[in-house]
């Protein structure tokens, strides 16, 4: 290990011929660039964008958990247009973006829907829960929400009603 840095050495160096000398700066340059813009370039700018998307999401939250007592002591919005619970759901579902993702629904007791939703984006799921709630008069009995292993995206089952 020691013949190895001796090759290194000021002295060792300055034994070299110009041209190579030359060179070996020019490796240690193209070295040097090649780990700032091809490494840690890409890193810096990967973590600034992840910190800009955590603060918008932490603004996001922030918003919602404000208007949750104003929507909690809002009342229901009756159904518009006497239309069946399944018609609102699948229109107000394909008005969301989220026609893609509905894998099937079936009537349940007392008038209510099961709906099944696979790999949908979670944030156009939960704007869509909430127009639902608040055009329609449309209320959550229950909802199961996993993650699909794709970020952002779940699969949930819910059962709505009629409010």
């Known amino acids: 290990m020691a013949s190895t840095l001796e090759r290194f050495s000021p002295a060792a160096l300055a034994g070299l011929s110009a041209r190579e000398r030359r060179l070996i700066t020019v490796g240690v340059v ?10 840690i370039v890409p890193l810096e700018r990967g973590v600034s964008r992840e910190r800009t998307a955590l603060a918008k999401k932490r603004a996001d939250l922030l918003t919602m958990q404000g208007m949750a007592p104003e929507l909690q002591g809002a009342p ?14 699948d229109r107000s579902a394909r008005e969301s973006g989220l026609a893609g993702a509905l894998a099937g629904s079936e009537p349940g007791a007392g008038g209510s829907l099961a709906v099944r939703l696979e790999k949908a984006p979670f944030d156009n799921l939960v704007a869509w829960l909430a127009r639902l709630s608040l055009q329609n008069g449309v209320i959550i ?16 089952a819910i059962v709505l009603r009629t409010g």
């Open 76 to 89: 229901p919005v009756a159904s518009a247009g006497g239309e069946s619970l399944l018609v609102i759901v």
């Open 30 to 39: 193209v070295l040097v660039l090649v780990l700032l813009f091809g490494v």
């Open 141 to 156: 009995d229950a909802a199961t929400i996993e993650k699909s292993g794709a970020p952002g995206l779940v699969n949930a």
